[in-house]
Every structure is written in structure tokens, then in C-alpha cells.
């Protein structure tokens, strides 16, 4: 049970770290977000895939300036059952973004990150993202 907690607090801690990474990366320094993810990672923005860290940050290159608020994380362990041994999380994450022109949006994004070997030890990188904008109920 302390090894499952663990992987929970892991998990949980690495969620927010790498959320805060991501989107600061994002607003900041766009150059560099195609660095957070693996060569065969896959996006799926409003509907609209892109496959391969390329084709990925060629499109990020296309979006206007963004400013966002990160507003809730949630991030979990995959059994490692489902992955092939790989460790891996899924963050979930929603917020308030805004591109240059246009109005603040709300919006939801989640995350498969998985462990690679880096230069200090692991760190994640992102192997699906699924981002969709939300509409304002009346």
C-alpha cells in the first residue's frame, strides 16, 4: 500500500511541476515546447490531430501569443500493466487561456507523460495531449 501512496504523491507533484513547465513554456518561450515531447507523440487540438513532435510544433508555431491561468491539476499513475512497464501519468488539466486578439477562453487539457532516461535521471515527456476549449453555457 505505502508503494501505491507513493506512486499517487509522485504522480500528483509531477502533474503540477510539469503543468507549470508546460504552459510557462508555452506563453514564454514556444521555441522550445517541442522539447517536452517524445519524437512520436501525438496531439489532438479541438479536434484536430497532428502526429509527431514536428508536425506539433509546427502548428504550436502557427498560434498567436497565449497568456494562461492554470486553474485545477489532476494527475494519477497508470498501472503498469496498461504500459508496458513504462511509468506513466496522466494530468489533467483546466484552465483560463487567452491568444493575443482574441477573448479569455476556458479550456481543458490532459496529458500521457512518460518517464525517459535524461542526462540527471528521468524526466517526462509528453507521449498524447488532447487540448479542447470550452463553451460558456448560457
Known sequence: MTDKRSKVDLSGQSGIDFSKLFYETMDKKRHLVSNLYLDTASLVWN???YAGK???SKFYETLPVSSTDIRSVDAQP???DFVQGQTSVLVSVSGIVKFSGKSSTLYSE??????QQ????N???IAADCFRFHETLS
Open 47 to 49: 479536434g484536430n490531430p
Open 54 to 56: 514536428e508536425n506539433i
Open 78 to 80: 497508470i498501472a503498469e
Open 110 to 115: 490532459s496529458f500521457l507523460l512518460t518517464a
Open 118 to 121: 535524461g542526462a540527471t535521471g
Open 123 to 125: 524526466i517526462w515527456k
